[in-house]
Each structure stands twice: as C-alpha cells, then as structure tokens.
C-alpha cells in the first residue's frame, strides 16, 4: 500500500471523505512544491490536488509531482470542490480562526485530525535516503570550510557565516536551523547559537549544523580544541567519543529509541559524567529537523530499516565547558549507514 493508500484510510476512519493538509512539511511530502508555506493539499479518495496561487504558476509546473490549481483562496476552493462531502483538517496546523472561516464557507465543522502523518513519515524511501545522504556530504563540506577559518580571534558568528555560505555553494537551499557554534564557557549551553564572542586558545568549541537539500535537513556536531586545552576537557571529549560510538555500535533494527540511548549514558556513567548529559540522545530527521524516531530514555519507538535518526551525546558544566558528538544515521536491515562522514577524532587546530 503507498503513502497515499494509507492516508486515505486514516481519513476515512475519522469519520472524513477528504482531508485539507496545510501543514508545510507534509504538503511538501505530498507534492514535492518547494514553498509549502504558501500552498495546501486537498487529498480525497479519489485524487489528490495541490492548490497554490498564481505567484507559484511556473514553480507548481516544474516541482509539483501532484496535479495542481491556481485558486486566488483555498477555502473557497476546497468548500466549491466538496460539494457537501466531509472535510477533515490538521489540527496541529490550523488556527481557530482558520477553522471557524472554514466552517463557514463549508457549513460545518471539519473533522479535526491528528498525527496521521507521522507513521507515513517515519521511514524513509531511497529516494528520501538519497537526498538527505547528499545533505550529509554537502554539511562534511562546510565544516571543512569552517576547520580553515577558526583560529583565536575569529568570532563564532564568522564561522557560522562560513558554514551557511559552504552549504550554500555546494548546493544547499539553506541551513537546517540556526548554526550552533559554542566555544568555552559556552560550550555548556547545547543550544549556544553562534555569538560575537571570539574563540581562544585552550578551548573547545562545538559546531552543530546542517545543510537542506530539497527539504531534507541533515544534522551533524564536531567539537574541537583550539590550541591545546587541559587535561580534564581531553578527558570529557574522549567520554563523548566512546558514548557515541558505542550507541552508535547499538543502532539495529528491532532496537528501541530508550534501549540506544540508555548504552549512551552507561558509558558516560562509568565515567562519572551521567548527570552532565542533560538532553535525549538523538532524534529522526527529514523534511523538518526534528520528527520521529526519538532516541531517549522515554521513547518507546521501535527502529526500523529506512528509519534516519541522529546519534548526539554531549556533557554540560555550566560556567566551565562543554561539549557533543553528532552523526547522521541511517537504520539499515543489518544495523546501520552512518551518513556523516567527517572525522570526529579529537582533534586541536
């Protein structure tokens, strides 16, 4: 059965005869139309129709893989195209506001769904696989690019710039969110975006990126030493390498999400560092960068062949340092493909 098959029967057993998809990465999903934002899918039993307005006539042409309309209002459209029959909606990706204009060019209530994307989405075609192994080669280009500019006195935002402005050349339609580039002190934060401040010698800095490549997002984190640094942030780095090589040793199919992240923290445990790992292992990634499967000591997601999740430990010591470890991977009938391909030994500039 295919993606659309499937989605059918979700609509049809909430009651519905046709479903309005407005949220932007499953209209992307469905269509293949770059600028999901500014278009809707309207999926019935019989056809699927992407609706777009007449900015997009020539770009729905050459991207659509759906039939297409260029309508000046979708409700309108879609309360025209109906003629009385059910409507369902994404309840994640309308307003009420939007639900009550609905509901009133249609006279009722649309049906509102939830979470019948998410199994389709879940495991990847090769074709899916493919795009997002060329937004992992295109990520290990930037962060080479980034290797050949970092020295003490470079601010961590002009190594973000050079990260976005590799990506982009090779290929890129943009950053997969915004470029993390935490050196030092602010190694500790795991959200530490790119800042004024300058790197130094004696610290570790953490790049966490990735490249977009026809809506797939890749995701990768390198850490590296400017200069030499002490002995006590050799020996974290050296805990986070051997945590994330063996979760990533751990990746197989029929392996759940809190199974993998659980081989994680027993070895940052032995150590004496379990406390300082403070978020989940890693998570699934597509055409958002963060979607199921999860990785953490509460999921229960089972994985499966064609399931691409990233592997990610990191140790947080506010006011000291900080540091993480990422790989893409791709879960294969044998275990898996890690899809990052840059080196992630300790490595001093």
Known sequence: MNRLDELRRSIEAAGADALLVTTPANVRFLSGFGTPEDAAVLVTQDEALLLTDSRYTAQAQEQSKLPFEIVAGAHDAVAAKLGGRKLAVEGDATTLTQYRALAGKLGYDPVVVEGVFTPLRLVKTEAEIAKLREAARVTDLAYEAALAVMKPGV???????????????????????????????????????????????????????????????????????????????RRLFDAVLEAQQAALDAVAPGRSGREVDQVARDVLGEHGLADAFTHSLGHGTGLVIHEGPRLSHRSDDVLQPGMVVTVEPGVYFPGFTGLRIEDLVVVTEEGREVLSKSPKAFRSL
């Not at 790049?207 to 002490?230: K, N, W």
């Open 155 to 233: 601010m961590e935002v002009e190594v973000a710039l050079e990260l976005e402005r590799a990506m982009r050349l090779n290929g890129a339609e943009g950053s997969a969110f915004d470029i993390i580039v935490a050196s030092g002190v602010r190694g500790a934060m795991p959200h530490g975006v790119a800042s004024q401040k300058r790197l130094a010698a004696g610290e570790l800095v953490t790049l966490d990126f990735g490249a977009v490549v026809d809506g797939y997002h890749a995701d990768m984190t390198r850490t590296v030493a400017i200069g030499e640094v002490g002995a006590e942030e």
